[in-house]
């Protein structure tokens, strides 16, 4: 882009590129309800959840004299269910997990911006702006998964401090989980799953 005075280049610059993302409004809802009873001397546990998440991913762009602006709205829901037996510390189970509906509705706006005589020789600028506009609304669902897996803990020690006295003390590593499809026979635990916080998935 160049600034003329009396037709004369005085200033040269090159328009500045970029793009920027973000997400607006990221709502994360969970409900999770959890019972444990017995079976003979065996302990069952039965956990069930919902879970909802929304929000508004945006991105915008300048290329040159052209401007981008998408806005993509989006919103999915989770249920699931497990069961499991076993002690605290380690147990084993069945999970199932279902994508009830996910949504995407997106909105993409752009405009040129093309000199077609900058005015300087003949008196009349000419410029030509080309607005578009594009949405499109996709709708996924439901999928699914079922997978057995393992929670276990094991021991470990800390460092404790008994007034003036220090030294080590026993202590346990928060649940890990492992998990393997039973359709695919892959590991890993899904996304979603009731995985505790900090586990490391095998």
């Known amino acids: 882009m160049d600034l003329r005075i009396l037709g004369v280049v005085v200033q040269s610059y090159d328009e500045p590129d970029g793009t920027v993302t973000g997400v607006l409004g990221n709502i994360s ?7 444990t009873f017995t079976v003979g001397p065996v302990p069952v546990t039965v956990t069930g959840f919902v879970m909802g998440s929304a929000g508004v991913r945006y991105e915008l762009g ?5 401007l981008n602006l998408k806005g993509e709205p989006f919103a999915l829901l989770n249920a699931g269910a497990e069961g499991a037996i076993g002690l605290p510390g380690f147990q084993v189970g069945v999970s199932g997990e279902l994508r009830v509906i996910e949504e995407q509705f997106t909105v993409t706006t752009a405009a040129s911006l093309t000199v077609i005589d900058n005015g300087f020789s003949s008196g009349q600028a000419q410029l030509i702006l080309l607005p578009s506009l594009r949405v499109a609304n996709v709708v996924t669902g439901p999928t699914g998964t079922i997978y057995l897996y393992a929670d276990y803990s094991y021991p470990t020690i800390k460092r404790c401090s008994w007034g003036f006295i220090k030294g080590y003390c026993p202590a346990s590593r928060p649940p890990g989980r492992s998990c393997r499809s039973i359709a695919s026979g892959r ?13 490391s998935p095998s």
């Open 29 to 35: 809802k969970r409900y999770e309800k959890k019972k």
């Open 187 to 199: 590991s890993g635990c899904p996304t979603h799953s009731s995985i505790r916080r900090g586990a």
């Open 62 to 66: 300048v290329t040159g004299t052209v």
